[in-house]
C-alpha cells in the first residue's frame, strides 16, 4: 500500500473515532441540558405527534415501507401520531396545504441523490440504547370541521383500518405487494381508490362516491357497502358485495372467464349487461373478474 494511501486510511479512522466521541459526548451534554435528541417513547420505540389546524391541510402524503394506518373521524382535533420510525430514516414535512411523511428504508438510499438528499446526521445511527423499535403505526384523527380532501398512501405492504370518517376525501392507497383494509361507518361523496397485487377488504356501513379496484387477486367482503360508481379489475379472489339499494338504480357491466357470478342469488352468465331504469344518472357497476368468484346482492 502506498504511504499516501495509508495516510489517508489513518485519518479517516481518526475523523471515525472523533465523530463518534463527538456524538457521545453531545448526548450527554442533551441529557444535562434536558434537550431531546431523539423521539424516544416511555414505554419503548419512538412516538411523534403532529397537530395541524383543519383549516389549513387538505392532503395528507405517506409513502412507507410495512406500516399500519389508523384513520379516525370525527376527532375532537386534527393531528397525526407516528409510531417507531427510526430518527433519521424519514422526512415528515408541511408544504402548502400538504402534510407528507416520506420514509426512507434504508441507508443507502438515504445516501441516493435520487430526490433529494436527506442526510440528517450521524447521531441517529451511531446511537445506543432504545434502538428496539415495534411495528409502525400512524393514527390520523379528523376534525369534524376538517378541510382534508385526500389521504394518499404508497406503501411495500399497507394495512389500513378507518372508521367513522364522514369528511368529503378520496382515500387513495397503491401498494407493491399487499394490502389490507377494515373500514366501518365511513360517509363520504368522494372516492376510495386501491392499486395493489393483492387486496383484501373488509368493510361494513358504508357509503361513497365511488369504488375502485385493480389487482391481481382480490378478496373483498363488503357488507351495506353503498355506492354509485364500482369499478373493479382483477384476475383471482372474491367479491361478495351486499349494497342497499335496488338493482334498477344500477347499470352493470360484468366480465369473467372462469369464475361464478350470482345476482341477488341468481346464477348469471358472463358476460353480463343490463342498464338502469330509473333515470338519467344511474349507478355504475363496471366488473373484469378473470377467474375471481361474484357475488352481488342488491336490496334495500
Do not use: W
Not at 376538517?146 to 411495500?156: G, N, P, Q, R, T
Not at 352468465?269 to 378473470?290: C, D, F, M, Q, V
Request: glycine share 10%.
Amino acid at each position: 500500500m502506498k504511504p499516501t494511501s495509508i495516510i489517508f486510511l489513518v485519518v479517516s479512522v481518526l475523523l471515525i473515532i472523533g465523530g463518534v466521541i463527538a456524538c457521545t459526548v453531545a448526548k450527554d451534554i442533551a441529557v444535562t441540558d434536558g434537550y431531546t435528541l431523539f423521539h424516544d417513547a416511555e414505554g419503548g420505540g419512538t412516538y411523534v405527534r403532529h397537530d395541524f389546524k383543519s383549516s389549513d391541510v387538505n392532503k395528507i402524503e405517506l409513502v412507507v415501507t410495512d406500516a399500519e394506518i389508523h384513520i379516525y373521524g370525527g376527532a375532537e382535533e386534527s393531528y397525526i401520531e407516528f409510531f417507531n420510525f427510526r430518527d433519521g430514516l424519514y422526512t415528515l414535512a408541511t408544504s402548502g396545504n400538504t402534510i407528507s411523511l416520506d420514509e426512507i428504508p434504508n441507508l443507502k438510499s438515504l445516501l441516493s441523490f435520487k430526490g433529494g438528499f436527506s442526510f440528517s446526521g450521524m447521531r441517529y445511527f451511531l446511537r445506543f440504547g432504545n434502538t428496539q423499535l415495534g411495528p409502525k403505526k400512524v393514527n390520523i384523527y379528523i376534525g369534524a370541521d376538517s378541510a382534508l380532501k385526500v389521504i394518499s398512501l404508497s406503501a411495500e405492504n399497507g394495512t389500513v383500518y378507518a372508521e367513522k370518517v364522514g369528511v368529503q376525501l378520496d382515500l387513495q392507497i397503491t401498494a407493491d405487494r399487499s394490502v389490507t383494509l377494515a373500514g366501518s361507518d365511513i360517509r363520504t361523496a368522494s372516492a376510495l381508490t386501491i392499486d395493489s397485487p393483492s387486496i383484501s377488504l373488509d368493510m361494513e356501513d358504508c357509503s361513497l362516491n365511488e369504488l375502485s379496484l385493480k389487482g391481481n387477486r382480490c378478496d373483498a367482503d363488503l357488507d351495506r357497502f353503498y355506492f354509485t360508481q364500482l369499478d373493479a379489475e382483477i384476475t383471482t379472489g372474491a367479491l361478495d358485495i351486499h349494497v342497499p339499494s335496488a338493482t334498477e338504480n344500477y347499470s352493470m357491466d360484468i366480465r369473467g372467464s372462469g369464475g361464478s357470478c350470482t345476482l341477488n342469488g341468481e346464477k348469471l352468465s358472463l358476460p353480463y349487461t343490463a342498464e338502469s331504469t330509473t333515470g338519467a344518472h344511474p349507478g355504475k357497476i363496471a366488473i373484469s373478474a378473470g377467474n375471481a368468484n361474484i357475488s352481488l346482492t342488491i336490496t334495500e
